[in-house]
T-cell receptor, first 113, second 113 residues
């Protein structure tokens, strides 16, 4: 099925460990996004890539880095995980313009202990 | 800073009842979107409203965009248990070619059989 695939689905990290969340889309979308979702706070933008070869910070970028590997793939890296990064992470993609909306992956539930 | 505020945050009703969810802002948006999210999954786009005063219907769901394009509402007629989920409104922010969306904090709807 066409869509956005995220891996892993669940992860537990110890404080200070690093990890990369993977995201791939097969809809030939130009734009890709990483959001985190916390209770009562909706979805907050971490980083985005408006097109292949470009990335930029969103609302809450501290502690994260991203790589737009090619048009299909957009990864999110936590270099030194902190308990405050415990959250559910969603990758999304969209065709321009925004009118067409996002297609989201099913999320990665990350716990940092 | 553009913000979207949703009300109510939680709603628990009986099957067959009607309900309305609101999404308000002090800023003008070029469009607003509504998503529904089920547990363990990513949000799924329901509708995009673009024109001030626009009304769109999706079966028992009616979406309205305010005349001034600062607010939107979602009305569900004769709610069913399958309508249970988290409802999110979202609007574009920043440069129009980035596709960035800002999300409200969400309304959790529980429909009891």
């Amino acid at each position: 099925n066409a869509g956005v695939t995220q891996t892993p689905k669940f992860q537990v990290l110890k404080t200070g460990q690093s990890m990369t969340l993977q995201c791939a889309q097969d809809m030939n979308h130009n734009s890709m996004y990483w959001y985190r979702q916390d209770p009562g706070m909706g979805l907050r933008l971490i980083y985005y890539s408006a097109s292949e070869g470009t990335t930029d910070k969103g609302e809450v970028p501290n502690g994260y880095n991203v790589s737009r590997l090619n048009k299909r793939e957009f990864s999110l890296r936590l270099e030194s995980a902190a308990p405050s990064q415990t959250s559910v992470y969603f990758c999304a993609s969209s065709a321009a313009p925004t009118y067409y909306g996002y297609t989201f992956g099913s999320g990665t539930r990350l716990t940092v202990v | 800073t553009q913000l979207l505020e949703q009300s109510p945050q939680f709603l628990s009703i009986q099957e067959g009842e009607n309900l309305t969810v609101y999404c308000n802002s002090s800023s003008v948006f070029s469009s607003l979107q509504w998503y529904r999210q089920e547990p363990g999954e990513g949000p799924v786009l329901l509708v995009t409203v673009v024109t001030g005063g626009e009304v769109k219907k999706l079966k028992r769901l009616t979406f309205q965009f305010g005349d001034a394009r600062k607010d939107s509402s979602l009305h569900i007629t004769a709610a069913q248990p399958g309508d249970t989920g988290l409802y999110l409104c979202a609007g574009p922010f920043g440069s129009s070619n980035t596709g960035k969306l800002i999300f409200g904090q969400g309304t959790t709807l529980q429909v009891k059989p």
